[in-house]
């Protein structure tokens, strides 16, 4: 029997023993989905780098780097976290070096915890991810980046939608975030958008006057590739590469 876990924010992963359960990484506004966006997209890979002076080394060594802190474009990077920023034809095949204020740390969290398998999700992918999690048949972990350790209740809604997904499917919890993620957006479901209204991170990037990427942030099913941790890249592999990964 496969269980289903929610942490909602990284600085309670260590509770979690996550280094045995496939770990799902979720950042809704806006990096998870800039990622899942990127992957679908054809992007070739995205290189999760934890700090700004990692993706410095990127830049210098000729690599497509993209930075954002506190919602903005780091000043000396072509562009942000933005979901439609990775949409170019020009990007296409290619391989980018991505930093953001949370999920890439979320990432690097969870690597430096032991855990081996780490795929990216959020409302973009989401019937994907579920797809693949059955496939794989382990234990998994729903981690929301959150906001600097605090929870984003986007991020909680995301993974309620996943847990209710596999408890349909078969999985079991015994994991009271898990539930209340469930229940949350059992209450959302029907508007998410409005129920957000007024949550931290809508607040913030809605007064950087990012509307649109908050509206496409909370589409369903737009992409069908769900990335994975392949090396140090986000690629769109395989269930079998992910399985023998392990």
């Avoid at 794989?136 to 209740?153: D, I, Q």
């Avoid at 990427?213 to 590739?225: A, G, P």
């Avoid at 769900?226 to 023998?244: K, T």
Wanted: with cysteine; aromatic share 6%; net charge negative.
């Amino acid at each position: 029997m496969n269980y289903v876990e929610v942490c909602v924010s990284p600085a309670l992963l260590d509770s979690y023993h996550a280094n045995d359960k496939l770990v799902v990484v979720i950042d809704v506004f806006r990096a998870s989905t800039a990622i899942c966006t990127a992957i679908g997209y054809g992007i070739q890979s995205i290189i999760p780098v934890a700090t700004v002076d990692e993706a410095l080394t990127w830049q210098d060594k000729g690599y497509i780097t993209a930075a954002e802190r506190n919602g903005e474009v780091v000043a000396g990077f072509e562009f942000g976290n933005s979901p439609f920023a990775f949409q170019k034809p020009e990007l296409i095949g290619k391989k980018i070096v991505l930093t953001t204020s949370n999920c890439t740390k979320a990432i690097n969290k969870a690597e430096k915890a032991g855990v081996n398998n780490i795929i990216i999700s959020s409302f973009v992918n989401l019937s994907a991810t579920v797809d693949r999690i059955i496939e794989l048949n382990t234990n998994v972990l729903l981690l929301c980046a959150g906001w600097k350790n605090h929870v984003s209740l986007e991020d909680t809604l995301c993974a309620g939608a996943i847990v209710n997904r596999l408890l349909d499917r078969g999985l079991k919890t015994r994991c009271d975030a898990a539930i209340m993620a469930s229940r949350n957006y059992l209450q959302a479901e029907s508007d998410i958008a409005g129920y957000l209204v007024g949550s931290s991170h809508q607040l913030r990037l809605g007064h950087l006057g990012l509307d649109e990427d908050l509206e496409y942030c909370l589409q369903i099913d737009q992409w069908t590739k769900v990335p994975q941790m392949v090396g140090n890249e986000l690629v769109a592999g395989s269930v079998h590469s992910l399985i023998a990964s392990a």
